[in-house]
């Protein structure tokens, strides 16, 4: 099962969706390391909300 997740770049400060089947929420920094769009590069991004 896919979740589709809301992330904000803490670089650029820009928000895009990422669809994972894992559940963000249990990071234990809710921080996720992963490929910036924007910045196109690898960034620390914050989990904005989840959309079912
Ligand atoms: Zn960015």
């Known amino acids: 099962m896919v979740t589709r997740w809301l992330l904000r770049c803490v670089e650029c400060g820009r928000t895009w969706y990422l669809e994972v089947s894992f559940d963000l929420t249990k990071l234990s ?11 196109r590069r690898n960034t620390f991004h914050e989990v904005v909300t989840r959309e079912d």
């Not at 920094?29 to 910045?39: A, G, K, T, V």
């Open 29 to 39: 920094s809710r921080r996720l390391y992963h490929f910036c769009p924007h910045c």
